[in-house]
């Protein structure tokens, strides 16, 4: 699966940061990319979702019936499923509060994603019938949400680390000011 590798380079990924951002195993990456393990539908989904491909691009070798063409009322059941799992994974990050430039990327890519959503696939969303429709919904609502938890853990260690910053140049500057008076 070299064209993996080649589009997660493109994108400037890391082994890892695509491990993170879609919740694959890095190790399970490494295997796909270097063909020593054949991915399963939910990894492909997963990974093509955060790269911003179709599956067939990365891996054309994929049974048609994984996106079938001729059957277009699957596309949605099966890209909100694939949305599910992603938002699952940067929902649990984000609220992990661990790496605040990790939560601030998924909000870009949240972003990202919904502006893919809304605009590229506006036509297809606006047909789904009603109860679809609903689940379309819920799956914004939480777009809209992780975007706005993740910018607020970003803002909020961003503030800290001002503060921390600031406190750290009023300390040097008291001990400098006492240092001249000891040097006078």
Do not use: C
Request: glycine share 4%; net charge positive; hydrophobic share 35%.
């Amino acid at each position: 699966m070299q064209e993996l590798r080649r589009i997660r380079k493109e994108r400037g990924l890391t082994q890892r940061g695509l491990a993170d951002a879609s919740g694959v195993d890095p190790a399970t990456i490494s295997l796909i990319e270097t063909g020593k393990r054949r991915p399963h539908l939910e990894t492909l989904d997963s990974l093509a979702l955060v790269l911003g491909v179709e599956v067939i691009e990365f891996f054309p070798k994929v049974q048609a019936s994984l996106w079938p063409e001729e059957r277009p009322e699957r596309r949605f059941a099966w890209m909100a499923g694939v949305l599910e799992r992603v938002l699952d994974t940067w929902e649990r990050q984000v609220r992990e509060k661990k790496n605040h430039y990790q939560s601030r990327t998924i909000a870009v890519a949240a972003l990202d994603v919904q502006d893919t959503v809304t605009f590229n696939y506006k036509p297809e969303w606006d047909a789904l019938p009603s109860e679809e429709k609903t689940q379309r919904h819920a799956l914004a609502k939480r777009i809209d949400q992780l975007v706005l938890d993740a910018f607020d853990h970003y803002k909020q260690a961003k503030k800290a680390e001002t503060e921390e910053v600031e406190a750290i140049q009023r300390r040097r500057e008291e001990i400098r000011r006492r240092t001249r008076e000891i040097s006078a």
